[in-house]
Nanobody, 123 residues
Framework: QVHLEESGGGSVETGGSLRLSCTAS????????AGWFRQPPGKEREFVAA????????YYADSVKGRFNISRDNSKDTMYLHLNHLQPEDTGVYYCNADEAIVMVTGRGGVYWGQGTQVTVSA
């Protein structure tokens, strides 16, 4: 069992930046691929970005490519998402996700989920 906790959400203006963090309870977090999903208001949850267990490979949704950056520090059992050049359409609840298989995290989502953190971008 892996408990995930997000932090770092907030409200920013268009063009602003935020850094989200996801901290895992389990010391073996390095064994898991991890990623971020988001759920805009009134819409389905969607994939945002993912990273392999080693951090060697990263994946992004087309809508955030070039603006968001995913990284991880396994020594701290923590994953990050840097959100740059934020737009109002980036508004939503951002969820941390983890699974042993990267294909799950880049798809519909893996086994473990955090509770989410709100990101609001005003025009």
């Amino acid at each position: 069992q892996v408990h995930l906790e997000e932090s770092g959400g907030g409200s920013v203006e268009t063009g602003g930046s935020l850094r989200l963090s996801c901290t895992a309870s389990r010391r073996a977090f390095s064994n898991y691929a991890a990623g971020w999903f988001r759920q805009p208001p009134g819409k389905e949850r969607e994939f945002v970005a993912a990273i392999t267990w080693s951090g060697g490979y990263t994946y992004y949704a087309d809508s955030v490519k070039g603006r968001f950056n995913i990284s991880r520090d396994n020594s701290k059992d923590t994953m990050y998402l840097h959100l740059n050049h934020l737009q109002p359409e980036d508004t939503g609840v951002y969820y941390c996700n983890a699974d042993e298989a990267i294909v799950m995290v880049t798809g519909r989502g893996g086994v473990y989920w955090g509770q989410g953190t709100q990101v609001t971008v005003s025009a």
